[in-house]
């Protein structure tokens, strides 16, 4: 089946109206991208990232739009005809909706439903791990294998701070180990830490969500309640949590976020940290890591190694 793409511009400020009129007018299914709300987003979550990426927000720059996927069967002309038309007469009343201006795009016929998966490819890191989606198969038989349902959330391994974690992972995992990550997310270091030989793992996020998500890629690789535990608190702020997370200790602890939180969280980390342990932070911009450096050592810990990719760094300190 041939599918019509139809955009429809206007203005923030006249998302809802539209949408409205569109659903009166029978036209009941559509996206709508709202700079305001995307604007919104960020200014709402500033702390958990340092970095937009630059090319997303130039996308999102005052565009507001609405779009409609009809199907080109023997009602299409009718149904184009008439969305003209009404778009027309709603223009012609309502000055404030912006341009209204209607633009289309032929798209070919795709099994929607799967069409996404050819996104995401295995990801090779280091000498020993491979990062796969769920349902790909073919896998090089020398790798460890990571599986992910990259559809649950983010933390899908493609991004540098991801890597530079799961590097220092092979250095630091010898076997055995009890490992913990704060800010887990997909569950993705707590579940290479167990491939990699941890006896146990942690993931710990402030997002209930994470808490099952993280689970789910648990199972994908095989590993149930005995070897990874997810839960959802704040290790800052809730002094309950972070003394019941932290009794015995643990050998690697991870924390794959964003500067401003690990600088907040590191006078913690030391309680987590058993002897010869090492904490393991990334998501640090270039500009932002002698900062960290300086937090990292303020609060007894000894920086071991030092990773980089791009504009990101990577700590590996041990307490003194």
């Known amino acids: 089946m041939q599918w019509?793409?139809?955009?429809?511009?206007?203005?923030?400020?006249?998302?809802?109206?539209?949408?409205?009129?569109?659903?009166?007018?029978?036209?009941?299914?559509?996206?709508?991208?709202?700079?305001?709300?995307?604007?919104?987003?960020?200014?709402?979550?500033?702390?958990?990232?340092?970095?937009?990426?630059?090319?997303?927000?130039?996308?999102?720059?005052?565009?507001?739009?609405?779009?409609?996927?009809?199907e080109c069967d023997d009602t299409l002309p009718q149904r184009l005809s008439l969305l003209q038309r009404k778009l027309a007469e709603l223009k012609s009343r309502n000055n404030r909706l912006g341009s209204l201006e209607l633009c289309s795009e032929n798209l070919p016929e795709e099994d929607w439903a799967n069409s996404w998966k050819k996104n995401y490819q295995p990801i090779p890191v280091g000498e020993k791990l491979l990062v796969t989606p769920y349902w790909i198969e073919d896998v090089p038989a020398d790798r460890i294998v990571l599986k992910l349902d990259p559809g649950l959330t983010f933390g899908t391994g493609a991004h540098e701070t991801t890597q530079m974690c799961m590097l220092a992972l092979q250095d630091y995992v010898k076997g055995g180990e009890r490992a913990v990550d704060l800010g887990s997310g997909s569950g993705i270091l707590s579940i290479a830490a167990l491939l990699l030989g941890a006896k146990t793992s942690v993931g710990i996020d402030i997002d209930p969500k994470a808490e099952d998500i993280a689970r789910e890629n648990a199972a994908l690789n095989g590993f149930k309640a005995d070897r990874f535990s997810a839960v959802t608190g704040n290790v800052i702020s809730d002094r309950k949590t972070m003394e019941a997370l932290s009794e015995g200790g643990y050998d690697i602890v991870l924390a794959n976020i964003v500067a401003d939180v690990i600088i907040s969280m590191t006078p913690v980390v030391p309680r987590f940290l058993r002897k010869d342990a090492v904490f393991i932070c990334s998501g640090i911009l270039d500009v932002r890591a002698r900062e960290v450096e300086q937090t990292l050592v303020k609060n007894g810990l000894t920086i071991e190694k030092r990773l980089s990719m791009g504009e990101w760094r990577c700590f590996c300190a041990k307490r003194k």
């Open 4 to 70: 019509l793409e139809l955009t429809v511009k206007t203005v923030s400020e006249g998302i809802d109206t539209l949408a409205e009129n569109l659903t009166a007018w029978g036209f009941d299914s559509f996206l709508i991208d709202d700079s305001s709300d995307f604007q919104q987003f960020l200014e709402d979550n500033t702390a958990y990232w340092d970095y937009v990426d630059e090319d997303l927000e130039k996308k999102m720059q005052n565009v507001s739009q609405i779009r409609l996927y009809l």
